[in-house]
């Protein structure tokens, strides 16, 4: 049987989290609700096309 290794999740994702963890102030701010935003129009316009172009 194999051994099962205690907290191996947490070292793998370490040096993600500490990256993460950092905020540049020179970095893009996107708000989230143009995300959002963003997303939705995606998909009706997917929606759209996909209603008038018959393939």
Avoid: N
Avoid at 32 to 53: E, G, K, Q, S, Y
Wanted: net charge positive; glycine share 6%; proline share 4%.
């Amino acid at each position: 049987m194999s051994k099962q290794k205690k907290g191996e999740g947490f070292h793998s994702s370490a040096g993600l989290i500490r990256y993460f963890d950092a905020e540049e102030k020179t970095s893009l701010k996107i708000p989230p609700w143009f995300v959002m935003a963003l997303c939705v129009a995606t998909i009706v316009i997917i929606t759209v096309v996909h209603i008038t172009v018959k393939l």
